[in-house]
């Protein structure tokens, strides 16, 4: 792997912002299409790959939806929302396993332009009604998908991100941080 290469992947993880304003645009299936492919190469504990995404376009599914979540009130916006769905039986890290692809989904979709935002489900049973997800599996997470709205304003919430010397102790947990 050459070092261009490694500071380009860097450099996405770093830039990746969360984003809930949207273009009404549609995304072409070929761009969608190889973000969902970033996301199916994700690792998975012991290769066994518990992960599916449910791709949702649909105006009216994006508003049955919004109840699945409390803080989604906006999700009906966004062109895209990709919902992964993860089964019940596959272990206590199946959730590091949905993270590891919407991870991996994110930072895809950065990297061909597009903004996301993870949303949180609260109320699962809600999601697995509105999109037919069977008993056994569980929605996990939503990840709205879309080109980015120009925006001046910065969120209410955004501020510096933590140092690296408060973030990461070396051999042991520093007490006096």
Not at 34 to 54: E, H, I, T, W, Y
Not at 85 to 109: E, K
Not at 124 to 132: I, N, T
């Amino acid at each position: 792997m050459s070092h261009t290469s490694a500071m380009d992947a860097l450099q996405a993880l770093r830039n990746k912002r969360d984003t809930r304003n949207y273009l009404p645009d549609p995304i072409d299936d070929a761009v969608l299409s190889r973000v969902l492919d970033a996301a199916r190469m994700a690792g998975s504990a012991k290769n066994k790959q518990p992960v599916r995404l449910v791709v949702v376009t649909d105006h009216d599914t994006k508003v049955a939806l919004k109840a699945s979540g409390d803080f989604a009130s906006w999700i009906d916006q966004p062109p895209v929302l990709a919902v992964a769905a993860v089964n019940a039986d596959a272990g206590p890290r199946r959730l590091f396993d949905v993270g590891r692809h919407c991870q991996n989904l994110m930072v895809a979709a950065h990297a061909a332009g597009l903004a996301s935002c993870p949303v949180t489900i609260h109320h699962p049973e809600v999601a697995a009604q509105a999109l037919g997800i069977p008993d056994g599996v569980e929605p996990a997470m939503i990840i709205s998908l879309g080109w980015p709205a120009e925006t001046n304003q910065p969120s209410p919430i955004s501020g510096p991100r933590v140092g690296l010397e408060d973030y990461a102790f070396r051999e042991v947990w520093d007490q006096d941080q």
